[in-house]
C-alpha cells in the first residue's frame, strides 16, 4: 500500500513539474506579445507559480517567476521595486551557491538585506521615491457617445496604456485607461448604459479610469493635445458644461528663486574655470520659465550679473512674503577631494539639526556677510525659529531632491539619489514659509561640471525643481 501511495506522489509530482514548465513557456510567450491582456496573462501565471516556488523552495524557479514579473510589471506600468529586490536577493543566493536547487532561508535573505537597506537609508537621511508625473486630471464631459478627460499637460503615447478585461466566473467587461497623472477628487461619472464608471488614484503617479458594462462595448480613444477622448460607442449625452476638478491655485502662489552669489561674487571656481555664478543663473532662469509657464507668480533676486549681499537678499524675502524660497547655489571641494565628491544636495534651515556635511557649506555660503550682521547668526535663527516653518522646509527639500533625480534619470542622465539635511543657512532666514538651499551638483568635479554647463541637463534640472513644487504643494492640500 505505501509503496503504491510512494508511486502515486512520485508520478503526480512529474505531472505537476511538466504542467509548471508548459504554464512558464506559455507565459514566456505572452511576456513578448504586444497585446495587453496576454501581458497580464504572463503576469499572474508568474506571481502564481513564483508563490508555488516559494513554498516548495524552488530556488531557479522562483528566480525564473521573478524576472517574468519583473519584465511584465515594467510593461504594463506596474510598481514592481519589491520583486525587483527578492530578484538581487534570490540571484545573490544562486552566486553564492551555484549547485543549490532550494533557498535555506529566503526569508532570513529578505530580512538581511532589508537591514542593510535601512543602515543605508540612515546613513544618507534620504527617502527614495519615484515619482514620473504630477501633473492632474483638471475636468470631463460628454461629447456625443464620447467620454472627454481633460488633464493640465500635453498627453502622448507614453503617458497611456489600455486593456480589457473579462474577470473569470463574472458577467461583464472591464475595460482599464492607465494615465501618468494625479486626481484631487474622485469624480462621478455616469451614463445610463455603462454599469460603472471609476477614476481613483491607482499609483502615486498613475491614475486608472475603469470602465464597467454588462455588454461589450468596443472603444476607440484618442489624445488631442490636453485631451483623452474615449468613443464607447453607446447613446449620445448633452451635456452642457464640463465637470472641473479641484486643483492647486497656482496664479496665488509666489516663489522667489535667489540664484547664488553674482556680480564680483563669482562663487565657487570649478574645473577649468567654471564659475558657479553662472551656472546657477542658467539653471535659475529656466527655472523661472517653467514655473510662470505653469501658472506660478515668480520673483528672483537677481535675473544677470549682479552683486548682491545676504543681507540684502534676506531684506527682499521678508518684503514679498513668498509662498516658497528656493536659494540656487553650487558645490566644490579642494582639489585632492575634487575627483571623489559630486551629487545633489538640499538643505532646509534648521538650528537644531546642522550635519557635518552641512557645517562646511555653512561657513562657505554665510562668510561673505557674516561680519557685516548686527547680532550673532545664533542669536537670530533662535528668534526666527519658531517663524520658521522647519516642518515644510523639510518636505520642500524631500519633494525636491525626488522629482528631480527623476526627472534628470528619465532624461537618461545618470545621477546619484539627492541628499536632504538640515542646515544654518543666512540666505533662508528671510522665509516665513517653506525654503530650501539646493546645491545642483560639484562645480570641483571634472565629469559632473559637464552636465552643469548642458542646456539639455540644465533644462532637465528645472523641470525637475518644478514638479517638486507642485508635490509639495499637492502634498500640502493633503496634509
Same mark, same amino acid.
Given at each position: 500500500?505505501?509503496?503504491?501511495?510512494?508511486?502515486?506522489?512520485?508520478?503526480?509530482?512529474?505531472?505537476?513539474?511538466?504542467?509548471?514548465?508548459?504554464?512558464?513557456?506559455?507565459?514566456?510567450?505572452?511576456?513578448?506579445?504586444?497585446?495587453?491582456?496576454?501581458?497580464?496573462?504572463?503576469?499572474?501565471?508568474?506571481?502564481?507559480?513564483?508563490?508555488?516556488?516559494?513554498?516548495?523552495?524552488?530556488?531557479?524557479?522562483?528566480?525564473?517567476?521573478?524576472?517574468?514579473?519583473?519584465?511584465?510589471?515594467?510593461?504594463?506600468?506596474?510598481?514592481?521595486?519589491?520583486?525587483?529586490?527578492?530578484?538581487?536577493?534570490?540571484?545573490?543566493?544562486?552566486?553564492?551557491?551555484?549547485? &543549490?536547487?532550494?533557498?535555506?532561508?529566503?526569508?532570513?535573505?529578505?530580512? *538581511?538585506? &532589508?537591514?542593510?537597506?535601512?543602515?543605508?537609508?540612515?546613513?544618507?537621511? #534620504?527617502?527614495?521615491?519615484?515619482?514620473?508625473?504630477?501633473?492632474?486630471?483638471?475636468?470631463?464631459?460628454?461629447?456625443?457617445?464620447?467620454?472627454?478627460?481633460?488633464?493640465?499637460?500635453?498627453?502622448?503615447?507614453?503617458?497611456?496604456?489600455?486593456?480589457?478585461?473579462?474577470?473569470?466566473?463574472?458577467? !461583464?467587461?472591464?475595460?482599464?485607461?492607465?494615465?501618468?497623472?494625479?486626481?484631487?477628487?474622485?469624480?462621478?461619472?455616469?451614463?445610463?448604459?455603462?454599469?460603472?464608471?471609476?477614476?481613483?488614484?491607482?499609483?502615486?503617479?498613475?491614475?486608472?479610469?475603469?470602465?464597467?458594462?454588462?455588454?461589450?462595448?468596443?472603444?476607440?480613444?484618442?489624445?488631442?493635445?490636453?485631451?483623452?477622448?474615449?468613443?464607447?460607442?453607446? =447613446?449620445?449625452?448633452?451635456?452642457?458644461?464640463?465637470?472641473?476638478?479641484?486643483?492647486?491655485?497656482?496664479?496665488?502662489?509666489?516663489?522667489?528663486?535667489?540664484?547664488?552669489?553674482?556680480?564680483?561674487?563669482?562663487?565657487?571656481?570649478?574645473?577649468?574655470?567654471?564659475?558657479?555664478?553662472?551656472?546657477?543663473? *542658467?539653471? =535659475?532662469?529656466?527655472?523661472?520659465?517653467?514655473?510662470?509657464?505653469?501658472?506660478?507668480?515668480?520673483?528672483?533676486?537677481?535675473?544677470?550679473?549682479?552683486?548682491?549681499?545676504?543681507?540684502?537678499?534676506?531684506?527682499?524675502?521678508?518684503?514679498?512674503?513668498?509662498?516658497?524660497?528656493?536659494?540656487?547655489?553650487?558645490?566644490?571641494?579642494?582639489?585632492?577631494?575634487?575627483?571623489?565628491?559630486?551629487?545633489? #544636495?538640499?538643505?532646509?534651515?534648521?538650528?537644531?539639526?546642522?550635519?557635518?556635511?552641512?557645517?562646511?557649506?555653512?561657513?562657505?555660503?554665510?562668510?561673505?556677510?557674516?561680519?557685516?550682521?548686527?547680532?550673532?547668526?545664533?542669536?537670530?535663527?533662535?528668534?526666527? *525659529?519658531?517663524?520658521?516653518?522647519?516642518?515644510?522646509?523639510?518636505?520642500?527639500?524631500?519633494?525636491?531632491? *525626488?522629482?528631480?533625480?527623476?526627472?534628470?534619470?528619465?532624461?537618461?542622465?545618470?545621477?546619484?539619489?539627492?541628499?536632504?539635511?538640515?542646515?544654518?543657512?543666512?540666505?533662508?532666514?528671510?522665509?516665513?514659509?517653506?525654503?530650501?538651499?539646493?546645491?545642483?551638483?560639484?562645480?570641483?568635479?571634472?565629469? #559632473?561640471?559637464?552636465?552643469?554647463?548642458?542646456?539639455?541637463?540644465?533644462?532637465?534640472?528645472?523641470? !525637475?525643481?518644478?514638479?517638486?513644487? #507642485?508635490?509639495?504643494?499637492?502634498?500640502?492640500?493633503?496634509?
Amino acid at each position: 500500500m505505501l509503496r503504491l501511495l510512494a508511486s502515486f506522489l512520485f508520478f503526480a509530482s512529474l505531472l505537476l513539474a511538466a504542467s509548471t514548465k508548459t504554464e512558464l513557456d506559455s507565459a514566456k510567450k505572452n511576456l513578448y506579445s504586444s497585446s495587453k491582456s496576454n501581458l497580464f496573462k504572463a503576469y499572474d501565471t508568474y506571481k502564481r507559480h513564483y508563490l508555488k516556488a516559494l513554498i516548495n523552495g524552488d530556488i531557479k524557479t522562483q528566480k525564473r517567476c521573478l524576472n517574468g514579473i519583473v519584465i511584465a510589471g515594467e510593461k504594463l506600468h506596474i510598481d514592481v521595486d519589491e520583486y525587483e529586490k527578492k530578484l538581487a536577493v534570490v540571484e545573490s543566493e544562486m552566486a553564492r551557491n551555484p549547485s &543549490t536547487k532550494k533557498t535555506v532561508d529566503e526569508k532570513s535573505a529578505v530580512s *538581511q538585506a &532589508t537591514k542593510t537597506e535601512k543602515i543605508k537609508q540612515e546613513k544618507v537621511k #534620504e527617502k527614495k521615491v519615484k515619482i514620473r508625473s504630477q501633473h492632474a486630471l483638471s475636468g470631463f464631459t460628454w461629447e456625443g457617445s464620447s467620454l472627454v478627460l481633460d488633464f493640465d499637460f500635453t498627453l502622448k503615447k507614453s503617458d497611456i496604456n489600455y486593456f480589457k478585461l473579462r474577470p473569470e466566473g463574472k458577467k !461583464g467587461y472591464r475595460y482599464i485607461f492607465d494615465v501618468h497623472a494625479i486626481v484631487h477628487k474622485k469624480p462621478v461619472i455616469k451614463h445610463k448604459e455603462i454599469k460603472r464608471i471609476t477614476i481613483s488614484q491607482y499609483k502615486r503617479d498613475t491614475i486608472r479610469i475603469v470602465i464597467e458594462s454588462q455588454n461589450a462595448l468596443n472603444p476607440r480613444f484618442r489624445y488631442e493635445g490636453n485631451s483623452l477622448v474615449i468613443n464607447l460607442g453607446v =447613446s449620445k449625452v448633452y451635456a452642457p458644461k464640463a465637470k472641473q476638478m479641484p486643483r492647486v491655485t497656482k496664479k496665488d502662489k509666489l516663489i522667489i528663486i535667489d540664484p547664488g552669489h553674482g556680480g564680483r561674487d563669482g562663487g565657487a571656481v570649478g574645473y577649468k574655470g567654471h564659475l558657479e555664478k553662472d551656472i546657477v543663473l *542658467q539653471i =535659475s532662469n529656466r527655472l523661472a520659465k517653467v514655473l510662470r509657464n505653469q501658472g506660478y507668480k515668480v520673483r528672483m533676486t537677481r535675473d544677470t550679473d549682479k552683486t548682491l549681499t545676504l543681507k540684502w537678499r534676506t531684506k527682499f524675502t521678508r518684503k514679498n512674503n513668498p509662498d516658497l524660497f528656493i536659494s540656487i547655489h553650487a558645490n566644490s571641494v579642494p582639489k585632492k577631494k575634487a575627483s571623489k565628491a559630486s551629487g545633489i #544636495e538640499i538643505y532646509y534651515l534648521d538650528p537644531k539639526k546642522g550635519s557635518k556635511r552641512s557645517s562646511r557649506l555653512e561657513r562657505q555660503e554665510n562668510s561673505a556677510d557674516y561680519k557685516a550682521m548686527d547680532r550673532s547668526f545664533s542669536e537670530l535663527l533662535s528668534a526666527t *525659529q519658531s517663524r520658521i516653518k522647519v516642518r515644510e522646509s523639510n518636505f520642500l527639500a524631500i519633494d525636491l531632491g *525626488q522629482n528631480v533625480v527623476s526627472r534628470l534619470r528619465e532624461k537618461r542622465f545618470k545621477v546619484k539619489d539627492a541628499k536632504v539635511a538640515g542646515g544654518n543657512f543666512w540666505v533662508l532666514v528671510g522665509a516665513t514659509s517653506a525654503a530650501t538651499l539646493v546645491e545642483v551638483g560639484f562645480v570641483s568635479h571634472p565629469k #559632473e561640471v559637464q552636465l552643469l554647463i548642458n542646456k539639455r541637463y540644465q533644462q532637465a534640472f528645472a523641470e !525637475g525643481l518644478a514638479d517638486g513644487v #507642485e508635490q509639495y504643494f499637492i502634498n500640502k492640500e493633503r496634509r
